[in-house]
């Protein structure tokens, strides 16, 4: 006996199960057959009949439903699968001769699982090319040229010091190649390879930590016809690129015409250390893109940094505009100079540089491990062979680091205050154990902007967005895969830089000035 699910069948069930015992009573007992009791019992004897009636009605129509819906499965399976028997039963193995049997058909549905997909890098998604843009060819007949070009700069590279020589480097030396867009002089000296930019942005607007200048700079860098090509003077091999976007007939120099530094393959974390200024909110790097160079022997890709001619002019040891040591540097700090708008007293030594700044520079130096401002000497660390403070022997210098000079302390001429950092040369594959920690000697505050952004969980995202916009750059360092084992560096050292911050009592201040 099933029990009954709907109300109507529970108020049936309450009233047949009160008359019954009721009727059955009346006419078993000895009692006399009233007016009263007849009644009674006739009233549900009537509803008795009623009930049965009812539940006849509705299995017969249970019965003709389940028929019907039998019938219309059978026709779909077998318009869809019409080898499959139907009959209800599966038919038992096909004996064969040998004693073997043969096993039924079976039909297998694999259900699609959802895909897990990667994090949604935000307008990196590229549009169909409706139409397809002829590339530049080379002119016909036209010779290699090897060397340096006869396209002159005048202009030196500030903060780079005289005596550059490649063959000490250990580098190819720089090598003019016939190829697609190349031009033995005149003013089309190297012709983009492609009219597609290679500083892709596919969504509405740019991310918001790159300015509209940013943007136009790098696709400068990275899309403009090189008009001339000079050797700096420099230490690194750099390259000075004369690029055409200047005025129209204006003389094909750095000032009239926009340049930029070429450097060695090796400084490619040139244009890491730019993007992850401007998602920190420093702003101190200058635009620097991934450019591969079809002038240069290989053909690797290169860095290319802008060249900015408001820096200010740098001394030939230091390449810097400030001389300062390491015990000056510390006492600077201690001075606070300029910090909350108070003009430091004559006697305190005090520099033109703003006391935020150093604290800036100290944090982005720890995050990529730039050791080449702060600790020229490598006492911070232990150093490799091929490092320059091991090249140039200054490590044993370490038992004085009051007197080691600091480098690349660089301003602009228009705005002392600031700072400017260049070469920005990172290093990845610097162990937990072996980090520089002597880069944050001295420094009590840090920027509230920056460290905002390594306590959240979005620098990884940024980081990815910021790079995906260099198509030379994410390509040359693997694509995805390779820009996220960058960025697992980074972000471990954020975390040992938040515990440094927090076991050392430092403040962390707004430094928007």
């Keep these: 006996m099933t029990c009954p699910d709907k109300p109507g069948q529970l108020i049936n069930w309450f009233i ?13 007992s000895r009692r006399p057959r009233t007016r009263r009791n007849l009644l009674l019992g006739t009233a549900c004897a009537i509803y008795l009949g009623f009930l049965v009636s009812q539940v006849g009605r509705a299995s017969l129509q249970h019965g003709q439903v389940a028929e019907k819906g039998l019938h219309r499965s059978r026709d779909t399976a077998e318009a869809s699968f019409p080898e499959i028997p139907l009959d209800g039963t599966l038919a038992p193995p096909e004996s064969q001769g040998n004693g073997s049997t043969l096993q039924p058909n079976v039909v297998y549905i694999t259900l699609r699982s959802k895909r897990s997909k990667p994090a949604n890098i935000r307008g990196t998604v590229k549009p ?15 010779e290699a040229l090897v060397g340096p070009s006869l396209q002159a700069a005048d202009a030196v590279a500030p903060g780079y010091a005289q005596g550059a020589n490649l063959a000490k480097m250990g ?3 720089w090598r003019l190649v016939r190829g697609p867009g190349v031009r033995a002089g005149g003013p089309d000296f190297l012709q983009p390879s492609s009219r597609e930019s290679n500083i892709r942005i596919y969504s509405e607007s740019a991310p918001s930590w790159l300015s509209k200048d940013d943007i136009r700079r790098m696709r400068l860098l990275a899309d403009s016809t090189v008009a001339g090509l000079r050797p700096v003077s420099s230490k690194s091999g750099a390259r000075l690129l004369v690029l055409e976007g200047g005025a129209p007939g204006a003389v ?60 200010s002019p740098t001394s030939n040891d230091t390449h810097s505009s400030v001389k300062l040591t390491w015990g000056t540097y510390q006492q600077l700090l201690k001075q606070k100079c300029w910090q909350n708008g108070r003009v430091p007293k004559p006697e305190s030594g005090c520099t033109e540089i703003h006391h935020h700044e150093w604290s800036k520079m100290a944090l982005f130096d720890f995050l990529l ?9 490598c006492c911070g660390f232990r150093p490799r062979k ?13 038992d004085n680091q009051g007197s080691a000079a600091l480098a690349h302390i660089i301003q602009r001429k228009h705005d002392p205050r600031h700072l400017v950092f260049i070469d920005n040369k990172g290093f990845f594959d610097r162990s937990e154990d072996n980090l520089n920690f002597k ?3 001295g420094i009590k505050e840090f920027p509230a902007s920056a460290v905002s952004v390594l306590k959240s969980q979005h620098l990884r995202q940024k980081l990815l967005q910021s790079l995906f916009l260099d198509k030379v750059y994410w390509e040359s360092q693997g694509g995805r895969q390779g820009i996220e084992k960058l960025i697992d560096v980074i972000e471990h050292r954020a975390k040992i830089l938040i515990t440094y911050i ?12």
């Design 439 to 441: 880069l944050l000697e």
């Design 502 to 513: 927090n076991a050392h009592g430092a403040k962390v201040l707004p430094m928007n000035e």
């Design 128 to 142: 169909k090319r409706r139409k397809k843009h002829a590339v530049a060819s080379a002119a016909p007949g036209q």
């Design 16 to 28: 047949c199960s009160l008359c019954v015992p009721r009727v059955c009573k009346l006419w078993s």
């Design 369 to 377: 491990q730039i050791y080449n401002r702060l600790d020229t000497n």
């Design 386 to 398: 091929e490092d320059a403070c091991v090249q140039n022997g200054l490590r044993p210098k370490c």
């Design 252 to 311: 094909l120099r750095c000032g009239p015409s926009p340049c930029g530094l070429l450097k060695q393959p090796l400084d490619m974390s040139e244009v890491f250390a730019f993007h992850l200024d401007r998602i920190l909110g420093l702003n101190r790097t200058l635009p620097s893109v991934s450019r591969k160079a079809e002038f240069i022997q290989d053909g690797r890709p290169c860095p290319i940094i802008l060249w900015d001619a408001s820096l």
């Design 171 to 173: 580098e190819r030396p």
